[in-house]
């Protein structure tokens, strides 16, 4: 058992209808579920933020989503509200296979921090305790899908290939929010950490 599907962050929010919904999002569901039969291992995430959460332009008085801001951990994308904590918005895709999921690994649950990658929070330091259970399971190869590329995805494919583990992003998988370049940005990021686009 050296393997697992990472499925990152494939919830209303982010599909068509959603509070922050990336284009195609719900289209990726049915191959996601199909790719879980090879996999011996499967782990979920999931944003999961509390009303009011520091990454929710609404808490910014002055500010609308999309701004920028300079957080104590440095510069933060303002969102719309979204995956607030027991919504609809917050709960996975219908159609999303979630029985074979081993894990489910909630993020962004501190209101003054976000957390994009399944790893750490976005100081980079603060852990979800994903690289201590992949390790003593002794999973060491991640195949990561999911929502968004540029966002969520990225950041777990790059903080995972900086811890040691060999990372394979299958991009027809996943669908990006693209924001100024990021999915540009975000594709070089994980090409210079060694992650595998595919
Ligand atoms: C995400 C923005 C805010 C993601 C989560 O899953 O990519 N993006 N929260
Ligand atoms: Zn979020």
């Known amino acids: 058992m050296t393997q697992a599907l990472i499925v990152i962050d494939v919830q209303n929010d982010f599909c068509p209808g959603g509070a922050l919904a990336v284009p195609g999002g719900d289209l990726i569901v049915p191959g996601i579920n199909a790719l879980m ?12 933020h509390p009303a009011g959460h520091s990454s929710f332009a ?26 607030i904590q027991g919504s609809i918005g917050a709960q996975f895709h219908p159609d999303l296979t979630t029985d074979r999921a081993d894990l489910i690994l909630r993020k962004g649950f501190n209101r003054a ?7 750490f929070e976005n100081d980079h330091q603060t852990p979800t305790g994903l690289e201590g259970y992949l390790r003593t399971r002794g999973i060491t190869r991640l195949t990561m899908v999911g929502l968004a590329t540029d966002f969520c995805v990225n950041y777990s494919a790059v903080d995972a290939a900086k811890l040691g583990f060999e990372v394979t992003v299958r991009q027809e998988l996943c669908r990006a929010i693209d924001l100024n370049g990021s ?15 595919a």
Not at 113 to 119: E, N, Q, R
């Open 58 to 83: 609404s808490e910014h008085p002055g500010k609308a989503p999309l701004e920028m801001i300079e957080m104590p951990y440095g510069p933060q994308v303002l969102w719309p509200d979204h995956c």
């Open 37 to 48: 039969a090879e996999f011996p291992a499967v782990i979920l995430t999931q944003d999961w």
């Open 113 to 119: 921090i976000d957390s994009y990658s399944a790893f």
């Open 183 to 197: 999915l540009a940005a975000a594709e070089q990021g994980m090409r210079t950490v060694g992650v595998t686009l």
